[in-house]
């Protein structure tokens, strides 16, 4: 299994970012792909995640309203839309997957399979 996260970068507060993530090595649709992101100093958080099967969504309270979580089946790729960029939302962000039969958690401990991460800078 392996994912490969893209988009990341420098934006301005108020932009917007796609993060992307490619998935690989999943044979069937069981899974989840949840988005998590880690600040200097302190816990890696879920965002948001998807699961495969039925395409649900959950969402962070803190996530609630400017992230959108996506996917495009044909490229296995897994998307997350960041609106109205904040300085607090700078962070190394990973996606991530697990094997699931039961639908969606943002607990990052019960992931199994990680990407290596990408930087998200908001500053003027």
């Known amino acids: 299994v392996q994912l490969v996260e893209s988009g990341g970068g420098l934006v301005q507060p108020g932009g917007s970012l796609r993060l992307s993530c490619v998935v690989s090595?999943?044979?069937?649709?069981?899974?989840?792909v949840g988005w998590f992101r880690q600040a200097p100093g302190k816990e890696r958080e879920g965002v948001s995640c998807?699961?495969?099967?039925?395409?649900?969504?959950l969402y962070a309270d803190s996530a609630t309203g400017r992230f959108t979580i996506s996917r495009d089946s044909a490229k296995n790729t897994v998307f997350l839309q960041i609106d109205s960029l904040k300085p607090e939302d700078s962070a190394v962000y990973y996606c991530?997957?697990?094997?699931?039969?039961?639908?969606?958690?943002?607990?990052?401990?019960?992931?199994?399979?990680w990407g290596q991460g990408i930087q998200v800078t908001v500053s003027s």
């Open positions: 998807i699961w495969i099967r039925d395409s649900s969504t």
């Open positions: 090595g999943f044979t069937l649709d069981a899974y989840a």
């Open positions: 991530a997957a697990r094997w699931t039969a039961d639908g969606n958690t943002l607990n990052p401990r019960l992931y199994d399979y």
